[in-house]
């Protein structure tokens, strides 16, 4: 049985986009495979979840246009913000 694993983020920091970030259909109001956010877009953890079946972290980012959902290997921390 695999354990939950710990998040590297935590709620209100800084983080970057690790890669850009495209509209897998969760965003109603952008086309599919829209581009969202470019690699190194700006944004800031508003919360911190797990996926109950794969047990690892998920966030919702806040990025100014839109609020998305990532996965830890989609993020990475903003300079100066650690992590």
């Known amino acids: ?6 998040p590297r ?7 970057l986009a690790a890669t850009d970030l495209y509209n897998d259909g969760t965003v109603p109001d952008a086309e599919e495979d829209q581009l969202l956010v470019v690699q190194g877009g700006p944004g800031e953890i508003v919360q911190v979840g797990h996926h109950a079946e794969a047990k690892v972290p ?3 980012v806040d990025f100014g246009v839109c609020v998305l959902g990532c996965l830890e290997e989609e993020l990475a921390p903003a300079a100066g913000a650690g992590g």
């Not at 049985?1 to 710990?6: I, K, S, W």
């Open 58 to 60: 998920l966030y919702l």
């Open 9 to 15: 983020y935590r709620w209100g920091q800084e983080v």
């Open 1 to 6: 049985m695999l354990d939950t694993r710990q």
